[in-house]
């Protein structure tokens, strides 16, 4: 019997797993440009958020596939995962604010299925 929720834990793994695929390829060309940010929030080097998202990258690659597999620790890791990736965007805020804000809303719906329904859907799988 499918429990309330799956599709949530569906939709939060698919997203986690896309969102790391995104960041870890935004990490690799940030690495690779190596130039100098004028509005940036936090750091003025791309270098450096490159290494950030590449790191952010694998930790949401990571916890999408545990999640999907019904991991609870997965659960827990994408959480994390996404606020950190919702944090992460909120650095480009003042460079690109609409794209910024439609990451940050879609990693709010990854940790509101993950805490909502992350327990319940994951313990009866």
């Given amino acids: 019997m499918k429990s309330k929720g799956t599709g949530w834990i569906a ?5 986690l797993i896309v969102a ?7 990490g690799i060309w940030a690495i690779r440009v190596k130039g100098e940010l ?10 450096t958020y ?5 790191a952010v990258g694998v930790m949401l690659v990571l916890a999408g596939v545990a999640v999907s597999q019904g991991s609870s620790i997965g659960r827990w890791v994408g959480i994390l995962a996404a606020s950190l ?4 965007a909120m650095a480009w805020m003042p ?31």
């Fill in 11 to 15: 939709f939060s793994s698919i997203i």
């Fill in 20 to 26: 790391g695929i995104m960041r870890i390829l935004d």
């Fill in 38 to 47: 004028q509005d940036s929030l936090f750091f003025n080097d791309v270098t």
């Fill in 50 to 54: 490159g290494w950030l998202w590449l």
């Fill in 85 to 88: 990736a919702a944090i992460s």
């Fill in 95 to 125: 460079i690109q604010p609409v794209w910024s804000l439609t990451y940050v809303i879609v990693a709010f719906m990854v940790i509101y299925g993950l805490v909502v329904y992350g327990g319940e859907a994951l313990e009866d799988a």
